[in-house]
């Protein structure tokens, strides 16, 4: 498994907790398994290959930290989707962004710029284009007027 299928199953991950009353423990520890990847493989070959303990520990810090930050990294969202209502912004797209923008500020030995790749890639695969220019758009915002400082 590639750091980029982990970051799209963190996506995922992140995305579910918008709508679970499972705390992010639970979801983690139910969804990191072998078992849990064989059963989803069926619907989507992302899920092909579980993950080992290093990319298990990297999804965990993700979905974790995303679920900790999820107030400021909607603020960021909010604050950078020019005329968008944040209750507006689909869910997938908000969980990507949550993802790439907790990787900017909170890990920094990841790129700022291949954050914003990944979710743009990862965001292809679920968005229509013009949500794709708006993820590019609001993460390139955010990353030159927050992270430039």
Do not use: C
Not at 19 to 39: C, G, I
Not at 114 to 119: L, R, S
Request: no cysteine; aromatic share 10%.
């Amino acid at each position: 498994m590639t750091r980029n299928t982990a970051r799209e199953i963190a996506a995922h991950l992140s995305y579910e907790l918008s709508f679970t009353d499972k705390t992010v423990e639970e979801l983690l520890q139910e969804r990191l398994t072998s078992e849990a990847f064989a059963e989803l493989a069926e619907e989507d070959p992302l899920y092909t290959e579980a993950p080992n303990a290093k990319q298990v520990a990297y999804i965990t810090r993700l979905v974790t930290g995303v679920n900790e930050h999820a107030a400021e990294l909607d603020g960021y969202i909010a604050k950078y989707a020019k005329n968008w209502k944040f209750s507006r912004i689909p869910l997938v797209a908000s969980a990507i962004m949550r993802v790439a923008m907790y990787e900017i500020l909170y890990m920094q030995d990841i790129p700022n710029g291949a954050a914003i790749n990944e979710a743009v890639e990862i965001a292809k695969k679920y968005e229509t284009p013009e949500t794709v220019k708006f993820i590019n758009g609001i993460l390139g915002s955010f990353a030159r007027e927050e992270i430039s400082q």
